[in-house]
């Protein structure tokens, strides 16, 4: 049977789930609509977007730039777009945070929704109104908090996705399970092989549990005051691991949560069991656990960390699988648990 759309609400964003792709022009404004896109999604979807204009950027982080954002700003100049027009951007998580963040600052912001193509983006990037680029290599230092009106996700179109993007959005259906829901951990730990074939219900209940945990999250915390930095589980080292190995984000998160997670149990929060599962699950779904080399390194880019606070940092740590803390820990002690730990 047909699984029924399913329509949630979060700071006013509709998240529309499991209409097909075609649909998507139900949801556009009445001014002129323009469609951000890359040459992947133009490839496979572009009989879909037709009738509009279209503005395509390359695929790959290097794109997230203040120069691309430039690049769009002169496109929706030449289109004459103004404060009723209408951005959707249509792609994976680089897609919609670089539209996100070009719609929420021209004419000081214009309306604007996404159509994640990719598990990472579905389960996480295009949701909680986050939007930004990156500058001299540090992950979404210049950004937004701005919500897109909506968010509509057809899995259909996971099918198309390559393997090796399956695995990327990964971790950060893991990283929701960790820090919020033990049972959607062992769901994830009973059925793993199913979610790598993205089987649908599978797959489905994956999605819409990882929404329930971050649409939860934003509303107590829209912009990142308090509990909304329990999103940052994973991400502090591994945007540093991002930055200098050149490893995908997904990937690079996977290790950053073994580090998270190998922390709370050197600090007795955490079982060493529970960190075995951890470290058990990401590996059986292809994901990389092993500490890099070269800490030095590592704690440079830490320390220019967007969540620094002074000579400290707020970190996430686990007591157990489903219950994170917010800790504020010295660069000093980390850099001392790092160095342990590698």
Known sequence: MK????VYFIKGCQIILDEPLRNF???LGDGKNVIITDENVLRFYGNLLSGYPIIT??????????????????????LGLDRSSFVIGVGGGIVCDITGFAASTFMRGI?????????????????????GVNLN?????????????????????????????????????VKYSLIGSFPMFDFIEKN??????LKRETVRKIIIDSIRIKSRIVEIDEKEG?????????????????????????????IGMVLASRISVARGMLSENDASRIETLLHNLGLPTRIPKYVSKLMEVVKNDKKRKGDSIHFVLLEEIGKSKITE????????????LC
């Open 3 to 6: 699984p029924q759309k399913q």
């Open 25 to 27: 022009a139900n949801y």
């Open 57 to 78: 950027i390359g695929s790959g982080e290097r794109e997230k730039t203040l120069n691309t954002a430039k690049k769009i700003y002169q496109e929706f100049l030449k």
């Open 111 to 131: 309306r604007f929704g996404f159509v994640p193509t990719t598990l990472l983006a579905q389960a996480d990037a295009s949701i909680g109104g986050k939007n």
């Open 137 to 173: 290599g540090f992950k979404n230092i210049v950004g937004t908090f701005t919500q897109p009106e909506f968010v509509f996700m057809d899995l259909e179109v996971l099918k198309t996705l390559p393997k090796r993007e399956r695995i990327n959005g990964m971790s950060e259906i």
């Open 192 to 197: 793993w092989r199913d979610l790598l074939l």
């Open 226 to 254: 308090g509990e909304r930095r329990k999103l940052n589980f994973g991400h502090t080292f591994g945007h540093a691991i991002e930055k200098l190995y050149r490893i995908p984000h997904g990937k690079s998160v996977s």
């Open 329 to 340: 820990i010295s660069y000093k002690e980390l850099e001392e648990y790092i160095n342990d």
